[in-house]
């Protein structure tokens, strides 16, 4: 079964930069889409970022130019570099996997963040203002 590690959450100051990772292991970046999501204080889970097996990505309009996520495969790790922070991405971040070609092109295009299983434990972000 696909097992992934999240790390790199940590306590910053709004405008501030953290960069979380996801290790995933018994996975094969080869076919599945990787995301990250985030659930803030009395909010509902929200998709972040996500990434396919060629590296073409989608971000929440919220995170748009400030997130980056990207992939080393040969380290089995996917990154999610959080720029220009806000008070509003203090959350809880998760990663997981989509084992679903066909879903994982559709969420590219802009389709639904539907699909994810394998979640992280997830790594806490809080950004003071």
């Known amino acids: 079964a696909i097992h992934l590690r999240e790390s790199g959450g940590g306590s910053v100051q709004s405008g501030g930069t953290l960069r979380l990772s996801c290790v995933a292991e018994?996975?094969?970046?080869?076919?599945?889409?990787l995301g990250w999501f985030r659930q803030g204080p009395g909010k509902r889970r929200e998709g972040v970022a996500a990434?396919?097996?060629?590296?073409?990505?989608n971000y929440a309009g919220s995170v748009q130019g400030r997130f980056t996520v990207s992939q080393d495969k040969a380290k089995s790790t996917m990154f999610l570099q959080m720029t220009s922070l806000k008070s509003e991405d203090t959350a809880i971040y998760y990663c997981?996997?989509?084992?679903?070609?066909?879903?994982?092109?559709?969420?590219?295009?802009?389709?639904?963040?539907?699909?994810?299983?394998?979640w992280g434990q997830g790594t806490s972000v809080t950004v003071s203002s």
């Open positions: 997981a996997a989509l084992p679903s070609y066909p879903q994982c092109q559709a969420l590219i295009t802009g389709g639904p963040w539907d699909g994810f299983g394998a």
């Open positions: 018994n996975y094969s970046f080869r076919h599945y889409c």
């Open positions: 990434i396919d097996p060629d590296g073409i990505t």
